[in-house]
């Protein structure tokens, strides 16, 4: 299994910026096997949502409502990825969950999807 965990959460003003980390941890053949990584946001009230995704080949793919504003970064020998959010909008407060689907091969393609605890970020004068 993948354990996720996100950090860099917290309290900023609009027009601000955040870097949001998350490190992923497990066995080797976990970690080697995942394949997209993602940051998703859950505001209060409102279904999950896809903020930004990176592949393993770091092929971005964002939201409308982050591009030009977030960029998404991945280290595949670190095990890390980081979230940079600029230009915040109060309408970017959520709880921020860090995402990794793994990918394992056998008579059938396994696809599992692991989720950090989530970070806090709340954009507010």
């Keep these: 299994q993948v354990q996720l965990v996100e950090s860099g959460g917290g309290l900023v003003q609009p027009g601000g910026s955040l870097r949001l980390s998350c490190a992923a941890s497990g066995s080797r053949?976990?970690?080697n096997t995942i394949n997209t990584m993602?940051?998703?946001r859950q505001a209060p009230g409102k279904q999950r949502e896809l903020v930004a995704t990176i592949t393993s080949g770091e092929i971005t793919n964002y939201a409308d409502s982050a591009k030009g504003r977030f960029t998404i970064f991945r280290?595949?020998?670190k095990n890390t990825m980081d979230l940079q959010m600029n230009?915040?909008?109060p309408e970017d407060t959520a709880v921020y969950y860090c995402n990794?689907?793994?990918v394992s091969f056998g008579y059938n393609v396994r696809r599992d999807?692991?989720?950090g605890q989530g970070t806090q970020v709340t954009v507010s004068s």
Excluded: H, M, P, Q
Aim: glycine residues 6%; negative net charge; hydrophobic residues 40%.
């Design 29 to 31: 053949e976990s970690i």
């Design 38 to 40: 993602g940051w998703y």
């Design 75 to 77: 280290d595949n020998v």
């Design 87 to 89: 230009s915040l909008k």
């Design 100 to 102: 990794a689907e793994v």
């Design 113 to 115: 999807n692991y989720w």
